[in-house]
């Protein structure tokens, strides 16, 4: 059977204040798909999520989730719907332990739930059970957002969306990070919009690629195709 349309967004436009940011993006993301959305900074990538998540109101067009318009939801009720902005960064609260930070993030879900989910995050990355005790502000960049990803896992989303997640991260510990986003992917049958200014990477592991420009959609496909069209070499890889 053809997997639906898990969100949808039609000509979305917003910004902060007088400043527009987005100019009518349209974006899918399938049941169980994994997106990426990339392009330089400033193009809107990290706007966008901010919009999906409730963070920012829009000025124009629609957000649909499961065939249900979200765009005027608050973002606690959001997230009670199955979508999950883990932001850019690694955004911890450095003065909790480890799991104390994964437990926070599975405030909605019962006892059971929160610890099975707990043993799927220590399976992602076992340096977390080994250091669940440790203060979370002790950790090493690439740690941090090991913990960001593993506590935004514990709400248990339908859509998980992750900002930059390779931002300021070594080569291995990139790896790591994405091995476990497709993971989580597969595996677990979660939805992932992935926003990523390194194209490269991002495009090895999604099954389908937006390109923002100054607020649009430049280009769009499967990540096989864009790596080939020469515009798209130039402008974006600087081949």
């Known amino acids: 059977m053809k997997a639906g349309y898990l969100l949808k967004i039609s000509g979305l436009r917003t910004g902060y204040e007088d400043m527009t940011i987005l ?21 809107g990538k ?3 999520l901010r919009c999906i998540s409730g963070l920012l109101i829009i000025k124009g067009g629609e957000i649909r989730f499961q065939k249900r318009n979200i765009g005027n939801l608050s973002y606690f009720d959001i997230v009670k719907i199955g979508v999950i902005h883990c932001p850019e960064g690694g955004k911890v609260f450095p003065e909790m332990s480890i799991e104390d930070n994964l437990l926070i993030g599975g405030l909605l ?6 610890r099975k989910h707990i043993e799927i995050i220590y399976s992602l990355f076992p340096i977390l059970r080994e250091r669940y005790t440790q203060l ?23 859509l998980l ?6 931002f300021g991260l070594a ?10 986003i497709e993971r ?17 990477l991002a495009l090895e592991f999604a099954s389908k ?20 069209d020469e515009d798209f070499k130039k402008i974006y890889l600087g081949i």
């Open 209 to 228: 690629a937006y390109v923002l420009e100054n607020g649009k959609v430049a280009m769009e496909g499967r990540p096989e195709i864009l790596l080939h």
């Open 136 to 158: 979370a502000g002790t950790l090493s960049g690439g740690q941090r957002q090991m913990l960001s990803l593993g506590r935004a896992l514990m709400s248990k989303p339908k």
């Open 109 to 114: 879900r019962n006892k059971t739930e929160r």
């Open 184 to 200: 989580i992917n597969k595996e677990e049958d979660i939805a992932v919009l992935l926003v990523e200014q390194d194209a490269i």
């Open 46 to 48: 990290s706007t966008l």
């Open 161 to 166: 969306m992750i900002d930059e997640p390779s």
């Open 171 to 180: 080569p291995i510990t990139k790896k790591i990070i994405y091995e476990a």
């Open 23 to 43: 100019r009518g993006i349209n974006i899918e993301v399938k049941q169980n798909e994994m997106v990426a959305v990339v392009g330089p900074n400033g193009a």
